[in-house]
DNA sequence: GGTAATTGGTTTTATAATGAAACTCATATC
DNA sequence: GATATGAGTTTCATTATAAAACCAATTACC
């Protein structure tokens, strides 16, 4: 492959995040994370991913704060991987994908998953609104260039 | 690589999602097509990516809903491509990874891109609640498995 | 307390995906 | 009508991934 290119040095927030998380497994193991798995074969089994990768993949979550290694014993070598409160903020990217998946991938009568609220069981929204509570979509938003953020 | 895992049949809406979109390209380029670009080298341009890549990149975004391929002009075999309804759709996931990478990826007084209401400029929110409108974290919610769609 | 099994990896090897460059053919441009 | 540009495809070298074997440290078992 010569080297992935690298989007570090990228001045679009989206392309560095996508740097960070944006390969085949990083975010499977995010999600796995977020429900609750905290151990190398743990996640191992679940995924099906080669070891090796998934070693590789752990360290460099963990090198990018999304995931924290403590022992899981005092003293012990044995390591456990919790989400980082930086790791906690994939959240959103999480349920939009999971919006998509759940809206554009499954047949209709396809039995799928849901997230909902926990206290009353009913489905969560995603929305994206401006400042005053208006819903906006792609047309009705622009990017632009903040020189020196406030 | 012994092909990569597919992860297609995966009962998780997430997997399904990162199985269309989940590899280093693909959002790049759908953030671009959100940006207003259609054409093969406006694409390859901004992201610096092989010819054969984004070709293939386009073919199978285009198989699976994201893109339309249409000709530039009348009975023309130059093709432009646009985002679908669809493709439309993954706002809420190019808008959650970049706050991501607002929030986390840039240094404190590094110039950074926003995306804000075009109405009035101002940042716009993403925000995840449940029906009754208040807001939801990671801890709030569940997965619950729904066999029967409505 | 000694042995076996599990956990959490690393190393090795084969293959597929990527990237760069060269090539092709259609379409604009002058 | 010649030249340049656009939109790819083909070829080839290189890297990333996967699978499997291997290994050290824990943990479980008797």
Redesign the interface.
């Known amino acids: 492959m010569v080297a992935?290119?690298s989007?570090k040095g990228d001045?679009?927030?989206?392309?560095?995040?996508?740097d960070?998380i944006?390969?085949?497994w990083s975010?499977?193991i995010v999600?796995d994370a977020?429900?609750g798995m905290t151990r190398f074969s743990e996640f191992q089994k679940s995924l099906?991913?080669a070891r090796n990768i998934l070693a590789e993949r752990l360290r460099t979550l963990v090198e990018h704060?999304i995931l924290a290694a403590e022992p899981v014993a005092e003293g012990g070598a044995r390591l456990q991987y919790r989400l980082t409160a930086?790791g906690?903020?994939?959240?959103?990217?999480?349920?939009?994908?999971?919006?998509?998946?759940?809206?554009?991938?499954?047949a209709?009568?396809?039995?799928?998953?849901?997230?909902?609220?926990?206290?009353?069981?009913?489905?969560?929204?995603?929305?994206?609104?401006?400042?005053?509570g208006r819903p906006?979509?792609?047309?009705?938003?622009?990017?632009?260039?903040?020189?020196?953020?406030e």
Do not use: Y
């Open positions: 992935r290119k989007l001045p679009c927030p989206s392309a560095r995040a996508l960070v944006g390969d085949w975010l499977m999600r977020f429900d099906g991913i704060g930086r906690r903020d994939l959240f959103p990217v999480m349920v939009a994908l999971r919006q998509f998946g759940e809206r554009h991938l499954f209709p009568q396809e039995p799928r998953s849901r997230l909902v609220d926990r206290a009353d069981g009913q489905p969560v929204r995603l929305d994206i609104r401006a400042q005053d906006v979509g792609p047309d009705d938003t622009v990017v632009v260039k903040v020189p020196e953020p």
